[in-house]
């Protein structure tokens, strides 16, 4: 049995590391600190062909969004060792095995004030991405310590901001949960999620 804690402690809070640890060794997974990727933080896959489960959590998160995504992945796991894919990826067997795999860390109160209170809350009903819940999302980009991150709902509107493929928006009012933006080059309409992140631009 391999001791990974070390290693871990480099991503996630120290108390964290030697649970994460011992998951990794029970479950035998292949668990990868992947790069960044602008579409998900963390990955899982099933065993496939001989492969052991597969998970992966992007190198650039804060420690307490590493350890969240590594929670939500390993219970992906733990719904597939139990059901296969009898059941919703989403569905309330995963969401009874990420309050389970939570509980510790909660007990433990590892998290800063905000974000356990965050976590707390998303926990009564924790979404597909914790991203989707806006309370728990501005709490973990508020433990930032590396590049500031800009969201839709940050810059004024009129301004222009621009996304990872290049293409440039304006933002205009609020259409209940997310934000009317303008396509400059074909004038299309589109919406925006309040927190995707963006790059303001100047357009004269």
């Known amino acids: 049995m391999q001791d990974y804690s070390e290693r871990l402690r480099k991503y996630v809070p120290e108390e964290a590391a030697p649970i994460l640890s011992q998951w990794i060794n029970d479950t035998g997974c292949?668990?990868?600190?992947?790069r960044a990727r602008s579409t998900k933080s963390g990955?899982?896959?099933?065993?496939?062909?001989?492969?052991?489960?597969?998970?992966?959590?992007n190198h650039n998160l804060n420690p307490y969004a590493f350890l969240i995504t590594s929670i939500h992945e390993f219970a992906h796991l733990k719904t597939w060792e139990q059901h296969k894919r009898h059941v919703k990826p989403h569905g309330q067997e995963w969401k009874a095995n990420f309050k389970e795999l939570m509980d510790p860390f909660l007990q433990l109160t590892i998290f800063p004030k905000a974000i356990q209170e965050a976590v707390?809350?998303?926990?009564?009903?924790?979404?597909?991405?914790?991203?989707?819940?806006?309370?728990?999302?501005?709490?973990?980009?508020?433990?930032?310590?590396?590049?500031?991150?800009?969201?839709?709902e940050m810059i004024p509107e009129d301004s222009y901001f621009k996304m990872p493929n290049g293409r440039i928006f304006q933002k205009k009012h609020?259409?209940?949960?997310?934000?009317?933006?303008?396509?400059v080059h074909t004038q299309g309409i589109y919406l925006f999620h309040p927190i995707a992140e963006i790059v303001p631009v100047e357009i004269n």
């Open 30 to 34: 292949l668990f990868r600190i992947a």
């Open 43 to 57: 990955d899982y896959r099933p065993p496939y062909k001989g492969e052991p489960h597969r998970i992966s959590v």
């Open 120 to 152: 707390e809350y998303y926990m009564s009903n924790p979404a597909a991405s914790s991203c989707t819940d806006l309370n728990l999302y501005r709490a973990l980009q508020a433990a930032n310590t590396t590049t500031a991150v800009v969201t839709v």
């Open 174 to 183: 609020k259409l209940r949960k997310r934000y009317h933006c303008i396509e």
